[in-house]
């Protein structure tokens, strides 16, 4: 059976305890190379054959799960953060179906959660924004026309952008073409949960310039929006003047 398991951000102690446990068991693990902390490799037995996923095509990962397969082995891919988000497992998983291979999916702790931790912040406060959006910018992978930056960009929302730490100028642009202004809070985050994090503030103005100050182009998430400033309103949830489901509210 093949199991895609989240590694999480970066710690090896984020990753769940089904994951972990999976790692153990495995007799063949393809790993997602540099994105991968490798000190999660050694939770994997001795006789664990291992491969790096960054110098494989699809067709030799699928290649491997196969082979392991038709010899009664248990293979881990294992996906940084979590596999459901750009993790490119869609086209693994219907290559599996098509070989009548079975799967299962281990969810993980993605990077964008990571880095909200390591601010700390909370990307949906009351009276700023109820809504996140995850993108990346268009490059060599192209995205929806739809989905440019500038467009989602007009909601004013929180926004975490993965994948384009290294075109900051032009991602500063498109973004302040949209709802935030030179001022909105924004933040680099490098490496979130990793020995390796740091963290970046600058108004949005002054992005593309405090990346280049820090010499941060790569493994970087973009946080943009008004999450990272100060006024928030306070919730509901846990306003004794609000009633729920579980207490009334107080007179």
């Not at 393809?30 to 050694?42: E, H, R």
């Not at 596999?83 to 290559?95: F, T």
């Not at 100050?213 to 928030?232: E, N």
């Amino acid at each position: 059976m093949i199991h895609f398991v989240g590694a999480g951000p970066g710690a090896p102690d984020l990753i769940t305890l089904r994951g972990a446990e999976l790692l153990k068991a495995a007799d063949v693990v393809i790993y997602a190379g540099s994105l991968v902390n490798p000190a999660l490799l050694g939770l994997c037995r001795s006789q664990c054959v291992i491969y790096n996923s960054a110098e494989m095509t699809l067709e030799q990962v699928i290649a491997v799960m196969c082979e392991s397969e038709k010899d009664g082995k248990m293979t881990v891919r294992l996906h940084t953060g979590d596999p459901s988000v750009y993790g490119a497992i869609r086209e693994q998983i219907d290559a599996l179906r098509e070989a009548g291979i079975r799967f299962d999916v281990t969810p993980g702790v993605s990077s964008f959660l990571g880095a909200a931790a390591a601010i700390p912040a909370e990307y949906t406060l009351p009276g700023v924004s109820q809504t996140v959006i995850l993108t990346r910018m268009a490059g060599r992978t192209p995205v929806p026309e739809r989905e440019n930056i500038t467009s989602l960009a007009k909601h004013g929302c929180t926004m975490v952008i993965f994948l384009s730490a290294g075109r900051l100028e032009e991602l500063q642009q498109a973004l302040l073409a949209g709802a935030y202004t030179e001022e909105t809070p924004a933040a680099l985050v490098y490496k979130a949960t990793w020995p390796q994090e740091r963290i970046v503030y600058a108004p949005l103005g002054q992005l593309a310039s405090a990346g280049a100050a820090h010499g941060i182009s790569r493994t970087a998430l973009v946080l943009v929006g008004d999450f990272l400033g100060d006024a928030y309103e306070r919730s509901k949830l846990y306003d004794p003047s609000f009633s729920t489901g579980y207490r009334e509210a107080e007179r």
